[in-house]
């Protein structure tokens, strides 16, 4: 499996981007970069997945490095509603996610 | 929409003795995931189960077994509890598409107390 680096904590005042970075330096070509949310008592909740090229959703924009060995996850206008531990997952395949430790990200209002 | 369906929601139980948690995945949905989250852990992968045949393993204990059933529901059994198997469990369901595993729907999990 990749190995994932994230930052434990960051912290980002209401309503401006965050950006959530995350080295998966040993991905293999095919494997899918998944990122995944918690929040506080909650399962769980899909954020954005991406292979190569970078992708936009309701909920979040994911960039990808050309050489795939790092991804950003970027919430263009953070809220409170956002405070929540972020994980990015590269996948390979079927293969079940396996949950680093994440990011904790905090918003200040 | 439907979503996944955990029960029970909360449970006690005493050392040693057995408890079962249910899932009832998300319809047409064809697979079904375990999880453990032990307090102030993260999410640990248990099991998984693939058109009701079991896919892959993870760090289940061999004290715990599961299942998926003809209507795709699943069960986790666990017997012999021990204090440290107190945790959040979670049930997560998804739909293969190609490579891809898909996005997996967490359930809110059931909450087992082993006392």
């Known amino acids: 499996d990749a190995k994932t680096t994230q930052p434990n904590s960051m912290e980002s005042n209401e309503e401006e981007p965050v950006h959530l970075p995350c080295n998966h330096s040993?991905?293999?070509?095919?494997?899918?970069i998944h990122w995944y949310r918690q929040l506080p008592s909650q399962g769980p909740e899909y954020v954005i997945h991406?292979?190569?090229s970078n992708v936009n959703n309701r909920m979040a924009s994911l960039a990808i490095a050309e050489d795939r060995k790092s991804s950003t996850l970027i919430l263009h206008r953070a809220t409170l509603r956002d405070a929540a531990v972020y994980y990015c997952i590269p996948q390979l395949g079927n293969t079940p996610l396996v949950f680093g430790k994440g990011t904790r990200l905090s918003v200040i209002a | 929409a439907a979503g996944v369906i955990q029960s029970p929601r909360h449970l006690i139980k005493e050392k040693r003795e057995t408890a079962t948690l249910k899932c009832y995945p998300i319809?047409?949905?064809?697979?079904v995931y375990w999880y453990q989250q032990g307090p102030g852990q993260d999410p640990q992968f248990l099991i998984s189960?693939?058109?009701?045949?079991?896919?892959d393993k993870g760090s289940i204990p061999d004290r715990f077994s599961a299942q998926q059933f003809s209507d795709y529901h699943s069960e986790l059994n666990m017997s012999s509890l021990e204090l440290g198997d107190s945790a959040l469990y979670f049930c997560?369901?998804?739909?293969?598409?190609?490579?891809?595993?898909?996005?997996?729907?967490f359930g809110e999990g059931s909450r087992l107390t082993v006392l």
């Open positions: 189960f693939y058109e009701k045949m079991q896919s």
């Open positions: 319809p047409r949905h064809d697979t």
């Open positions: 997560a369901s998804s739909l293969r598409t190609g490579r891809w595993a898909g996005e997996l729907f």
């Open positions: 991406g292979l190569t």
């Open positions: 040993t991905i293999s070509g095919t494997d899918y």
